[in-house]
C-alpha cells in the first residue's frame, strides 16, 4: 500500500486532527476529501458497532444547501422521490438520477425550511449537478456548500450516549429526523441516521473550527460504554445490505435495479430530471437486479477493488461488485448485480482475478 | 502519513501494475482515481524531468467524449474559448465554466472529427456537467468516457525517445496537435502536450488492456536516455507558472484572476455557459489576481495543504494557495492569490500554520 495525505485538491475535515490523535491508519478519498477507513483494528471497530458504540468522521458527506424562494421547487426536480411531503426538521432518503434515469447520488434529503434544503450527499459533485439544473431552468436558488460536517454515532449503545449529552429529547428523534441542539457553544443539528443498521445519530457540526472539541466531548461522553473510532464498516453495510453508491452502481444502473423502487415515485411531473426514463424503465423491468452472492467456502480474504465477473450457464451474467469476509455469518459475502432472470438461490461462478470460485444467489439483506 | 489503496469507488489506470513494479510511493485522487505522486526520490525525479525524459501515469486524465452531430455545438457552449477554428488532429486548452463565470475545469479539447470532441480533463466531474447542459438544452449528442488514458513523456529528451519509436515524423507534431500512431499493435493518439514546460508529449492509450505493454515499450525505448517515473511535479510546475486547477482556484475563481484572460473570448455567443458573466468581469476587472510569491529566508519544507492567509497594511489581502522549494531557484515560492491592488514588488506577511513569514509579490513565471 502506498501513502495519501492531503493536500489542496483532497481537504480534511473537521475531524481530521481528532481521527490523526486516535491513529487512523487508512484513508480513501471520498467528495475531494479524505474519509477514515482504518484504524488498524478491524475486528474491534466491527465488535464496536455490533454491540457498542462507534465514533465515525463522515465530514465527507458533504451538504449541498439550496437557499431561496425556487429551492423547493430544485429540490423536487432533482430527486426521483416525492418530498413535497417532507417537514421541516424532516429528512428523506433520495434516489437522485440524470436524465437516463441513472442514478447520479443517493443523498438524504433535509428540509432545514419552507426555502431551504440540504443535500446530504454520498460521493459524486452534486452542487456542480445542482448549479447546472438550477440556472438552465431560471430557478431562484442559491446554492452552496454551508460549513456543515456529520459526525456519526453509530451502534446499539449510540442512544445512551447521546442521551447522556443531550438529554431524553434524543429518544423522541424519530427516523431521518433531526433536532437543533448546542453543546459547550458547538452548533449542532442531530439526526437519527447513519450509515449502519445498528441503531445510531448523525451529529451535523455547524462550526468546523469546533470538529476537535466536538469529537472530544462525544468521546468522553461515551467512556462509560467504551466508545471507540470507527468508520462506515463495510462488513456491517454488506450485511445489512446498504447500497454504496459509486461502489455497487456503475454508469447505467438506475434506482429499480438496486433496490430502491420504493423511493421512487414515477407519478411525479414531467420536469422531474430523468422521471419520465424513470417510468419507461418500470414498465419494461430493469435489465439487471441487485442480489446477495455467497461464496462457497471461501477463506477470509481482503476486499477487492474492482467488480468481478459472475458467469452461470457458461456466460457473464453480471458482476460481483463489492465482496468480504461476514464475521457474523463466518462466510465471504457480496452483492450481485445480475441480469434478472437469474434468481435467489442459483448457483453461479464468480472469477475473483483468475480463480473461479462457486456461489450461491440470495436474498438482500444478509443479516 | 496514512495508507490508500484503490477500492470500487476509487480505480486505477492501465499504469497501474507498471507504477507498482517502479516502486510507487505515494497517490493522490484526481478524478475519482489513483495519481502516482512519488516513487520516494523527489530530487532524482525533479532531475529528471529537468534534464532528460521521464515517464508518468496520467491516466487520470480522463477524456469526456462528446459524438453525434451537436457534439461541436456542445463543445462550444461548455467553452469559454472560440474553438470554431480548431482543426480535426488539434487540441486548444480552454478555461470550462459555470453560469456564474467561475472555472469548473481547464482541459484540452481535441477535435477527433467534425462530430467527435474528446474534452481531457482536470480533477472535477465535467461528464456529468456536460450531460446536464446537453440534456437542457436537448442537444443530440452522445457523451461518454471512451478506453483512453493518456501517459506523459516529459522532459527535454522526450522527442528524441519518442523518434526512436515513432520516427521522425513525432518531430513535426505542433504544440497540442496530435497523431493517430500504433506500435505492437497498441492504438495511440500521441500529442505535442503535457503539464510541465519542458517539453513533452502524451501518449493516449486506446486499449486500457495494454497498460503494462506501453509502460514497458517507453520504458526499454528511453532506456539510452536513462528514462524513469516520475509524475506532475509540484515544484516544476509552480516554477513555470502552470496552474493546477482546484489547486490555486476556488469556488469564486474566474478566468481573468489566474492569468487565463488570452483564452476567454467574450465575443462568442450568449448560449455559451458564463460568457454574460465573464463579459462583466471583463469590464470591471477580477476581485482578484494571481501572482508569485517568494519567501525570504524560508528553509526547504514540505508542501502544504490548505491555503495560507496572505497579509499586508495589517489585514488580510488574499491567500498562498500552493508553495514548494524551488530547486533552480533555491528559494521557497508558491502562487499567491490576492487583491488587485496589490502588485508585484509589494512586501507581504503569510500565516504558514501560526507561523509569520515574509514575502515579496512577483510576476509569473518564475522561470
Not at 426536480?77 to 438520477?97: E, F
Not at 440540504?118 to 431562484?140: K, P, Y
Not at 415515485?265 to 422521471?275: C, K, S
Amino acid at each position: 500500500m502506498a501513502e495519501i495525505g492531503p493536500n489542496t485538491r483532497l481537504r480534511v475535515s473537521p475531524f481530521y486532527e481528532a481521527t490523526l490523535s486516535e491513529g487512523v491508519t487508512a484513508f480513501s478519498p471520498y467528495n475531494s476529501m479524505l474519509m477514515p477507513v482504518s484504524y488498524g483494528n478491524p475486528s474491534a471497530e466491527y465488535d464496536r458497532l455490533i454491540n457498542g458504540v462507534s465514533l465515525w468522521d463522515v465530514g465527507v458527506e458533504r451538504q449541498v444547501e439550496l437557499n431561496g424562494p425556487d429551492a423547493a421547487r430544485l429540490a423536487q426536480v432533482l430527486c426521483a422521490r416525492d418530498i413535497s411531503t417532507c417537514s421541516v426538521n424532516q429528512g428523506k432518503y433520495v434516489p437522485m438520477c440524470d436524465h437516463r434515469g441513472v442514478l447520479i447520488n443517493d443523498p438524504i434529503v433535509l428540509k432545514i425550511s419552507d426555502d431551504c434544503y440540504w443535500l446530504s450527499i454520498a460521493d459524486n459533485n452534486v452542487m456542480l449537478w445542482a448549479r447546472a439544473i438550477a440556472q438552465e431552468r431560471n430557478l431562484r436558488v442559491d446554492i452552496h456548500e454551508p460549513d456543515v460536517s456529520p459526525l456519526a454515532v453509530q451502534g446499539p449503545k449510540a442512544e445512551d450516549v447521546l442521551v447522556s449529552m443531550f438529554g431524553e429529547q434524543i429518544r423522541d428523534i424519530k427516523f431521518f429526523w433531526f433536532i437543533d441542539a448546542e453543546i459547550d457553544g458547538i452548533p449542532l443539528k442531530i439526526a437519527r441516521s447513519g450509515y449502519s443498521k445498528q441503531g445510531g445519530f448523525e451529529l451535523y457540526l455547524m462550526d468546523g473550527s469546533r470538529g476537535t472539541d466536538l469529537w472530544n466531548k462525544v468521546r468522553e461522553a461515551g467512556a462509560p460504554w467504551n466508545i471507540g473510532p470507527g468508520n462506515p464498516n463495510p462488513a456491517e453495510r454488506i450485511e445489512s445490505g446498504l447500497l454504496s453508491y459509486g461502489g455497487d452502481t456503475d454508469d447505467q444502473s438506475n434506482p429499480f435495479e438496486v433496490r430502491l423502487d420504493n423511493y421512487v415515485d414515477i407519478d411525479l411531473d414531467n420536469d422531474v430530471v430523468g422521471i419520465q426514463a424513470l417510468r419507461a424503465v418500470k414498465e419494461r423491468g430493469p435489465v439487471r437486479h441487485q442480489l446477495g452472492i455467497k461464496i462457497e467456502g471461501h477463506a477470509n480474504t481482503p476486499g477487492h477493488h474492482r467488480w468481478y465477473d459472475i458467469y452461470a450457464d457458461g456466460e457473464s451474467i453480471g458482476s460481483m461488485t463489492n465482496g468480504i469476509w461476514s464475521p457474523r455469518l463466518k462466510q465471504f459475502i457480496g452483492f450481485a448485480l445480475v441480469e434478472r432472470r437469474y434468481k435467489a438461490g442459483d448457483t453461479v461462478t464468480v472469477n475473483k482475478e483468475g480463480i473461479s470460485v462457486s456461489g450461491t444467489l440470495c436474498e438482500l439483506p444478509f443479516i
